[in-house]
Structure formats: C-alpha cells, structure tokens
C-alpha cells in the first residue's frame, strides 16, 4: 500500500531541523556540540539560506557524513544506512544522500566490502533480506536519467564483487 | 550475537535506524577516545570489518553491547518521547553511560 507520507515533500522548517540536528550529531564529542556557532558559518558554505535547495544540499551533505562516520561495518550501510524504506524521513531524499556518499574516494570499497559479507555463507538469511532496499534504491538509479552511465558502472562493478564473494 | 542483541534492544526500545548509527560512534568515542575510521587506520584493521580489528578491539565492543543490551532490556517500555529525535538521544544516553562504565574495566581505561 503506499504511504500519504510519500506524498509530501518536507517542509522547510522541518528541515532545518533535520540538517542542524544531523550537523550536532556530527559535531557532539562525550555528548556535548563543540562550537555550535559553527553552524552558521558551514551553512554560508552551502549557498543563500533563504532557499530550500541550500539546506537541501547541507542535509545530504551531512547525511552522508553521518553514514560515513557511523559506518563500523560496511554491511550495515546495505542492511540499514541506506536501505531506505518508504516510511524513512529521509526517503525523499536517498538518491541525493547517496549521491553524496559516493563523493568519498572510498565509498565504492566500503560498498563492495559490504557486499562481500553479506553474501558470505554464514550470513544470516533474514539479515540479508534487509538489503532488498539498498538493492531498490539501486534499480532506481538505473532508471533516472543522465546517471545512467555512472550507475550502469557502479552496477557492474557490484555484480563483480558479488560474484567473487 | 552480541551485535545483533544491541541492534534488536535499540529497536525494541523504539530506537530508529539512526539510533544505531549514533550509539556506534557514541560507543567507539567512549571506549576508544576516536572515531570509528580512526580506530581502523590506528589498529591497523581492514576498513570496515570489525573482525579484522585487534582482539581486545572486538572483546571490548562485543563486551559493551551485551552490557548495553542489558540495560536496554531493563529499560524496555520506559524509553519515551516527543518525537523520534528524542527517543535515540535516550537510548544514546544509556549507551554512553554503558561506554563509559565498561571503559573502566578495559586495560586502557585511564
């Protein structure tokens, strides 16, 4: 069935919500946000605040950030940082939030690495079951156009490494 | 599995995907004073497979999950809040007050 939520787009100011609580997150050492005026002064980097696409930028941009940072086992960028499922606040978003990730010199490894324990012979089923979103997220890639290319390649190189694993 | 006892008493806790995510670099902050890619450039462990990290590595996360996992059964149904938001940060305060505690009893606590 699908989900009303689908059809809203988030409204600025819960966005603006989104993207600070993520920069805190970020930025939190033993619980406490350092320099929280620094805030400001990043957001200026992502271009004039008065427009929705400047902190749709920030929020991607920090998203993937956090997927980074968080990552201690790269399979669980598969089976939860991007398995992105409909009802996710950040839904709307993936494809960006992911674009974003992608940015990093390693973020293919990370994802092949991943790759390679998920489909181990010891994995576990259900968990494994958990990566069919990462694996729509990946369709969906193919489907837009103009990153036809760069997908068809991400794709393949994937294949690869689920092939040797 | 230690691990997977963590992830499912963050879920049963209301605990959101995020919340997973926060309580790992809350975890790796607390018993390891640095940030996960630090630990692996640090220890030499291949990005990012937790068993490729030092022994000691691996026991003291295996340890502070089940420690935490622990506390997070206790407090199962007592985890509230307004909103999403509000509900990880509690459940990543018990995993920082478990980090902590169990940093104590690691060879390296200060």
Redesign the interface.
């Known amino acids: 069935m699908g989900n009303a939520k689908l059809l809203v787009a988030m409204k600025l100011s819960e966005l603006k919500k989104r993207v600070r609580r993520t920069w805190d997150i970020l930025n939190r050492c033993h619980g406490i946000v350092l320099q929280p005026e620094n805030f400001n002064k990043e957001m200026a980097t992502f271009g004039d605040r008065r427009y929705k696409k400047t902190w749709v930028k920030a929020l991607c941009k920090f998203e993937a950030m956090f997927a980074y940072k968080s990552c201690l086992d790269s399979w669980m960028l598969l089976t939860n940082t991007f398995a992105f499922r409909p009802e996710r606040w950040d839904y709307e978003y993936r494809h960006q939030i992911f674009e974003e990730f992608l940015m990093y010199p390693d973020a293919l490894e990370l994802i092949k690495s991943g790759l390679e324990d998920l489909f181990d012979k010891d994995f576990d089923i259900k968990e494994r079951e958990k990566a069919d979103d990462f694996f729509g997220l990946l369709e969906e890639r193919e489907g837009q156009a103009g990153t036809l290319g760069f997908s068809a390649r991400l794709v393949g190189q994937l294949e690869g490494a689920i092939a040797a694993a | 599995m230690a691990?997977?006892r963590f992830t499912d008493t963050i879920k049963a806790n209301g605990g959101?995907?995020?919340a997973?995510?926060?309580a790992?670099?809350t975890e790796?902050?607390?018993l390891f004073d640095c940030?996960?890619?630090e630990l692996y450039r640090l220890t030499g462990g291949?990005?990012?497979?937790?068993h490729t990290l030092p022994h000691e590595v691996q026991q003291a996360?295996m340890v502070n999950e089940t420690l935490s996992a622990y506390e997070l059964e206790r407090m199962e149904g007592t985890i509230g809040g307004e909103s999403?938001?509000e509900v990880n940060d509690r459940i990543d305060?018990v995993v920082?007050e478990q980090s902590k505690q169990t940093r104590k009893r690691l060879p390296w606590a200060k």
Do not use: C, H, S, W
């Not at chain 2, 291949?46 to 937790?50: A, C, D, I």
């Open positions: 691990f997977r959101d995907d995020e997973y995510r926060q790992v670099i790796t902050e607390e940030e996960v890619r291949k990005p990012n497979k937790r996360y999403q938001q305060a920082r």
